[in-house]
């Protein structure tokens, strides 16, 4: 009778696994898709490659990465990430080309001046921004006690912002006089910091140099000198004496002001507001060969970029952040700028809640005027040698930016509930004209060439002239 009860047991426990194996996940499926099977919402896709690894630069703006991974953003997405901190600028942008990184938190100007012709060329796409403002002008001690008298102060005798670089050009001006070559440091020849030094200093009448195919420096006419320093180093090299002042994100002018050795004169926001900091970057080959991949990539990066808007998580955020494997500075000077607040001289910490921003203004779609901009400069200083039509500029930031990879991985959270239809832009992918930059000009990415020729200083593009 045991032994009828056993083999009957026996015979059951079989047809369950046939019928398992016959209706249930396939036994050659991957993870991946086993995991698919199971989800509820039915919103994961078939990932080409789930095993992804990518790069990072140790600034507060790289947090989309950091929070996609640490909440489980990209798991929910069937994705499995390394993210890994990399030496500087080049190292990322070389590491992509060649394949060692799957995608990485990058430069804005660096894609688009890989596809433009300047530096390493390549084909690379970005479909995501990863957030605006976020930087900052810091000059030394020396230099900050010279602009001084320079200012207008409030009744409480506190320097009045937006700072100009008005009350710098003296101090340029004494040190030129008396031998001195003017320094100052930023992180890249295409980073954004190198075009909003630039805009600052020019706006003032401050030359900041030229580029040109045989001077790569940049430092052609100039009364400023720009070199790259990398951005965790920039206050060890301020303190040195090396330059005298440098652009830079976050935590990087915080921590000089923490370590008394420099103060923040002016903010990115002052000099163009609510304008576009790093992208995250494929290549083209890797978007067309794993496109599934990259739109769920994209869809982990929004949510993130959404939940660090929230201002109750930014405390949060300033602990995952503060962790050595990814900015790994001090919570108090990541928090004196990530938790709506900015310090400029020591003691003076006045109140900036865009300082910071992930998702606020539509700041995660990539779009097409953003881009034009970075072109925009890159003509004025040189970068861009020769004069090009008004339509290339269109074209190709089409080849770079890829909004059609944001809708699709936004259209797919609107169905699951994480985004609101009025968290989609309506957009052609162009930005109204604004006028919110320091000198008061007026950008319109439609009209690349106007804006170009409307500098005093900067090369003029004569196909418009």
């Not at 320094?183 to 401050?206: C, D, Q």
């Not at 940049?218 to 301020?238: C, E, F, K, N, R």
């Not at 970075?374 to 004025?380: D, E, G, N």
Request: with cysteine; proline share 7%; aromatic share 12%.
């Amino acid at each position: 009778m045991k032994n009828t009860i056993k083999n009957k047991i026996f015979w059951l426990l079989i047809l369950f696994a046939f019928v398992y194996q016959a209706c249930g996940p396939s036994a050659t499926q991957s993870p991946t898709a086993q995991a698919s099977a199971s989800m509820s919402t039915g919103q994961q896709l078939a990932i080409e490659k789930p095993q992804l690894t990518f790069g990072f630069i140790k600034l507060t703006d790289m947090a989309p990465l950091a929070i996609a991974k640490e909440l489980g953003y990209f798991e929910d997405e069937g994705l499995f990430v390394t993210i890994e901190a990399q030496s500087n600028w080049k190292n990322v942008l070389d590491r992509v080309i060649d394949g060692q990184l799957d995608g990485s938190h990058m430069l804005a100007g660096q894609p688009i001046a890989a596809g433009a012709g300047f530096g390493r060329q390549a084909k690379l796409v970005t479909p995501f921004s990863m957030d605006l403002n976020g930087n900052g002008i810091t000059v030394s001690n020396e230099v900050w006690a010279k602009m001084k008298p320079h200012l207008t102060v409030d009744a409480q005798g506190k320097p009045e912002h937006p700072i100009s670089a008005d009350a710098l050009k003296p101090v340029v001006d004494e040190y030129r006089n008396s031998g001195k070559p003017f320094k100052m440091g930023m992180v890249f020849p295409v980073s954004t910091h190198n075009y909003e030094i630039r805009y600052w200093l020019a706006a003032a009448g401050i030359h900041p140099g030229y580029y040109s195919k045989d001077n790569i420096q940049g430092q052609i006419d100039a009364q400023v000198l720009l070199s790259v320093t990398p951005p965790p180093q920039m206050p060890a090299t301020l303190e040195a004496g090396t330059i005298y002042g440098y652009c830079v994100g976050e935590p990087w002018n915080q921590q000089a002001v923490f370590k008394g050795i420099g103060v923040p004169v002016a903010t990115n926001y002052d000099i163009w507001k609510n304008n576009p900091e790093k992208v995250f970057v494929m290549t083209e080959e890797f978007v067309t060969t794993n496109p599934n991949t990259a739109v769920a990539v994209t869809k982990a990066l929004i949510r993130a970029g959404k939940w660090l808007d929230n201002p109750d998580n930014r405390p949060k955020a300033v602990g995952i952040l503060s962790m050595p494997e990814y900015v790994g500075a001090d919570s108090v000077v990541i928090a004196n700028s990530m938790t709506g607040t900015f310090e400029f001289e020591k003691g003076d910490k006045r109140s900036l809640p865009d300082f910071n921003v992930f998702f606020k203004y539509h700041a995660t779609y990539p779009f097409y005027s953003d881009g034009i901009w970075f072109l925009t400069q890159m003509r004025r200083w040189g970068q861009i040698p020769e004069s090009k039509p008004a339509d290339w500029y269109q074209e190709k930031i089409r080849e770079i930016y890829r909004p059609d990879i944001w809708r699709e991985a936004a259209a797919l959270l609107l169905e699951e509930g994480q985004l609101t239809a009025e968290e989609i832009p309506d957009t052609d992918g162009y930005k109204d004209p604004t006028a919110d930059f320091i000198d008061g000009k007026i950008y319109d990415g439609k009209d690349p060439l106007g804006y170009i020729n409307s500098f005093e200083i900067g090369y003029k593009d004569e196909s418009a002239i």
